[in-house]
């Protein structure tokens, strides 16, 4: 069975700092992507970025990066320069080709400090 | 974020109610989803729907009952909820249904009293 873990139910950090949310996950298929989308208070549930897992490169978007470390199975996500507005909820997911089903993470709940 | 949307996007009812909850999406794609999720849980995939056809239930009670018109248009219909079925719901669409990008609606917040 293909598990997602989120290891962080809650994370705060200063504005303007860099901050690393973790996930893991456990599967046997070759392929599949990998996503972390973002539920801000408003309650819509946003994509931030996509990772495919037979790309090496690391997918980045803006200020928003992963460390995809396929063989350790790990998909962690970096926020440089933090903003207030990067406040939510962070839920990593995953997708195999095979399968219409995403498997979700439980959350990691950021905070951005003023 | 226009591409989903979701009506209403806040719902009261009583348990001897019957209600329908409305999703409608404009990217073109061709299977759609509802989601619940409620406190402290994660997401639980409730139905899919690929080319209008239902291909999942996930041990959903019958007092949730899905249809799907068109590729566009998802409705939840919704009659004689318990109280414990005050959630989020959440609609999303993708290109295809498998494991692609999902993009979600806004969501109905519902409360059963």
Not at chain 1, 28 to 42: A, D, G, R
Not at chain 1, 81 to 97: E, P, R
Request: some cysteine; overall charge neutral; charged content about 15%.
């Amino acid at each position: 069975a293909q598990t997602v873990t989120q290891s962080q139910p809650e994370m705060s950090v200063q504005e303007a700092e860099t901050v690393t949310l973790s996930c893991t996950y456990d599967t046997s298929e070759n392929n599949y992507y990998l996503f972390w989308y973002k539920q801000p208070p408003s309650r819509q549930m946003i994509l931030v970025i996509r990772q495919e897992a037979y790309k090496q490169q690391n997918a980045t978007e803006n200020r928003f990066s992963v460390n995809f470390q396929k063989a350790a199975k790990s998909f962690s996500l970096k926020i440089s320069d933090s903003q207030l507005g990067d406040t939510a909820m962070y839920f990593c997911a995953f997708g195999a080709h095979s399968n219409y089903q995403l498997i979700w993470g439980a959350g990691t709940k950021l905070i951005i400090k003023p | 974020e226009t591409g989903v949307t979701q009506t209403p996007r806040h719902l009261v009812m009583g348990m001897t109610n019957k209600k329908s909850l409305k999703c409608e999406q404009h990217l073109g794609h061709n299977a759609m989803y509802w989601y619940k999720q409620s406190a402290k849980k994660p997401l639980e995939l409730m139905f899919v729907y690929n080319f209008k056809e239902q291909t999942e239930n996930n041990s959903v009670p019958s007092r949730f009952s899905p249809e799907c018109p068109n590729s566009s248009h998802l409705f939840l219909h919704l009659h004689t909820l318990q109280p414990e079925d005050s959630a989020l719901y959440l609609c999303a669409s993708s290109p295809s249904y498998q494991g692609e990008t999902q993009y979600f609606g806004p969501g109905t917040r519902l409360l059963v009293l």
